[in-house]
């Protein structure tokens, strides 16, 4: 980024919806689902119960890495 006079990076309203719903489908897989805890957000009274933090590991979240840059990260802008 710096080669390129780039000093931020935004990911786009679609890639963001596109990872939420990643990260809520591996979430409802695992038991924490099953469950009223903190990672699904049930400790906030009125809060949707969502994933808040991604399961699915780190081998499978590095390879999302590495999709996205062999994909010149799209999904994401740059400033």
Known sequence: MREKGLSKI???EEA???WRAHVEEVGKMGLFAETESWYFGDNIPGKPKEA???MGGMQA????LRESEEND???FEYQ
């Open 10 to 12: 935004q990911p786009t």
């Open 16 to 18: 963001e919806e596109e």
């Open 52 to 54: 808040l933090n991604y």
């Open 61 to 64: 979240y590095k390879q999302r």
């Open 73 to 75: 990260y799209k999904g």
